[in-house]
């Protein structure tokens, strides 16, 4: 991502595990070494202050695996066996009861993580599942992992060791901890802090911790998610650069660098961007949680859909049992990779649901899902890889449909749009019942070539989107300016859409493409493409480069908090992005708390903030704030 703010000066710069080729030294975080020679000096445009983080804790660090972390050799973990009488839920998702010695879990978590700690594109996917009882067992938690109870409530599975992310793989740097997550779980850390280290495509949801959270390892961090959780301790931010928590209650939170945003969550920081950079909205307009899958008193697999709720704040489950939906196992088809995209389609248009068991799916044609109310759940971070240039996922404009846990990777084809909701002109509303995606994650490149033109289309109205992050690759394998092409990320065209959690990075037009009325994004994390190969080649008419974030002229009603945006132009530092942020001058568009970054020292330029307001972000005046737009 980029260098922490002054206040936060890490132990070690970590080195970009993957550079792309003849890029090693600014690919994806790795100009963190120039950049952050220069952050102690960094200065602020349009107004702003910058506000000084906290340094990262001293918390203890929990104990490693077994075996070495990321040792690329690592032998697969034993297939996970199911009994007679159980849902066969295939050989990457293991099961763990209370009668399960405590070795032999620890065994296997040790083992997943050293196949996983270094994976960052690799193919094993993983998924941990602990029924109602008590473990005594210490997980660390590596790329296409999760780690989840089974029960109703949180506190039915309680883990009383750790369940942890840390940056052993990298270094202490956890700018590249993508794609793995932790949820329904009682922690309780033996050291009394647990660890989270992450940055996108992570989820730390549905969980009471009964302690501290770290969200650092002392490198560079750059940013995650928390909902529904309760934290009776700190939260200490340390190095995150930005990070956005909905419907949680926290003891206390700590540290600050650009954009820490909250959205109902009990005892949060009140509203001080840029100094403090808190931007806090107390109250959640509308909501739905992500579905779960959970074992009932009898022992029965079931899937729990919780309901939407309006104006809401804190848990869905604190002193009460939560409002929604039961669905048995047996109305979902459980998939296991191999499974055709003939064979899942049959499966929804006999009326199932899909439950996509770990691994990596290849269809030669979209999942359609046409059906109101059908769930798509995925675990282990489920992956669907389109060929032929199809879409990974169609969704017909109809009420509830819940999509939650998949990865999304673009073929060598060029797809229109991997993920699309609702076909072109979808004229129905869904207020009471909306579909929703739920830690859906697209990659365009970096696990080999990929191209599409947009990665999530949105032409519904009422979607409510809940933590994403849609990457075009600017480091691994099939990445260059021609070869993994992406137009935009996110397109909305229907109305009343809401998004928690945007993250969105290196497009090469517009990141994100809003043209529906009444839109609401809650936090938006973007890098800019990194390689344009000169401002010829990154044109948008008359201005310089594509915005980051832009609304359509049309619009007179949208509203977001918390937006960042930053650049570096690794081909040629003379680019300019005239704007981050381009919106219609209204009353009924309002933006709140953004900031822009040239990083790299300064590598590159965008000139405002929003329009041809605050700003630049340049080699003089890396960071830029702006409190509002307009004024």
């Not at 600014?26 to 020679?37: C, H, K, M």
């Not at 959205?263 to 920081?269: I, L, M």
């Not at 489950?317 to 990779?337: N, V, Y």
């Not at 002229?553 to 704007?579: K, M, N, Q």
Request: charged fraction near 15%; hydrophobic fraction near 40%; aromatic fraction near 8%.
């Amino acid at each position: 991502m980029a260098p922490a703010s002054p206040g936060n000066t890490p132990r070690s710069t970590p080195e970009d595990p993957d550079p792309a080729p003849g890029r090693a030294a600014l690919g994806r975080r790795g100009f963190l070494a120039s950049a952050g020679a220069v952050a102690a000096g960094t200065s602020v445009a349009a107004g702003g202050g910058l506000a000084a983080g906290s340094p990262a804790s001293a918390a203890p660090r929990e104990a490693a695996p077994a075996k070495a972390a990321g040792k690329a050799a690592a032998d697969a973990p034993p297939p996970a066996q199911h009994p007679a009488g159980e849902p066969d839920f295939g050989p990457n998702v293991y099961v763990f009861d209370s009668s399960t010695p405590v070795k032999t879990i620890q065994s296997i978590a040790d083992q997943v993580y050293a196949q996983q700690a270094g994976a960052q594109f690799g193919s094993g996917r993983y998924a941990l599942l602990f029924k109602p009882g008590g473990y005594d067992v210490d997980i660390n938690v590596g790329y296409y992992t999760q780690v989840s109870g089974l029960g109703i409530q949180p506190a039915a599975a309680t883990i009383n060791n750790a369940v942890h992310a840390d940056a052993d793989a990298h270094g202490h740097g956890a700018l590249t901890n993508f794609w793995r997550g932790v949820e329904n779980i009682n922690l309780v850390p033996r050291s009394g802090t647990a660890r989270w280290a992450v940055s996108q495509a992570t989820f730390f949801r549905r969980i009471y911790l009964l302690g501290n959270i770290q969200l650092d390892d002392g490198g560079w961090s750059s940013g995650g998610f928390i909902a529904d959780c309760k934290i009776t301790g700190q939260v200490n931010s340390g190095t995150q650069q930005q990070w956005v928590t909905r419907n949680s209650m926290v003891g206390q939170w700590l540290g600050s660098n650009w954009n820490m945003v909250f959205v109902g969550v009990d005892n949060a920081p009140a509203t001080t961007f840029p100094a403090p950079t808190y931007t806090s909205v107390p109250r959640t307009p509308v909501v739905r949680e992500k579905p779960f899958l959970y074992v009932d008193g009898d022992g029965a697999y079931r899937v729990f859909v919780p309901a939407v709720r309006t104006d809401s704040h804190g848990t869905s489950w604190e002193g009460r049992r939560p409002e929604g939906k039961s669905l048995p196992i047996a109305d979902f088809h459980i998939a296991k990779e191999g499974t055709t995209a003939d064979e899942l389609n049959s499966a929804l248009a006999q009326g199932k649901h899909l439950l996509l068991t770990p691994g990596v799916y290849h269809l030669d044609k979209a999942l359609t899902v046409t059906r109101a109310g059908t769930v798509v759940l995925g675990l282990g971070l489920a992956t669907l890889v389109p060929g032929g240039g199809a879409s990974a996922l169609d969704i017909a404009d109809v009420d509830g449909v819940t999509v939650a846990g998949l990865l999304v990777d673009a073929g060598e084809q060029v797809s229109d749009a991997l993920v699309r909701v609702g076909p072109d002109g979808a004229r129905g509303r869904h207020t009471s019942d909306p579909t929703s995606l739920h830690d859906v994650f697209v990659r365009i490149g970096g696990a080999g070539v990929g191209k599409a033109k947009q990665s999530v289309v949105v032409n519904s109205s009422d979607v409510i989107i809940d933590n994403t992050w849609l990457w075009r690759a600017d480091h691994g394998t099939g990445v260059g300016w021609t070869t993994n092409t992406s137009e935009e990320g996110l397109v909305v065209n229907g109305d009343d859409v809401t998004v928690y959690g945007l993250f969105v990075e290196h497009h090469q037009k517009a990141q994100v493409q809003w043209n529906g009325e009444g839109g609401r994004t809650y936090f938006f994390q973007n890098e800019m493409p990194y390689d344009p190969p000169n401002q010829a080649a990154w044109m948008d008419g008359a201005h310089r480069g594509f915005p980051a974030y832009q609304v359509a002229d049309h619009v007179r009603r949208h509203e977001a908090w918390g937006l960042g945006s930053y650049c570096i132009f690794a081909e040629d530092a003379t680019i300019v992005a005239d704007r981050a942020f381009a919106v219609p001058r209204t009353p009924g568009v309002r933006l709140h708390s953004m900031i822009t970054f040239s990083l790299g020292g300064g590598q590159g330029t965008i000139a405002h903030v929003v329009n041809t307001t605050g700003g630049p972000s340049d080699a003089e005046c890396n960071l830029a704030m702006l409190t509002s737009y307009p004024s």
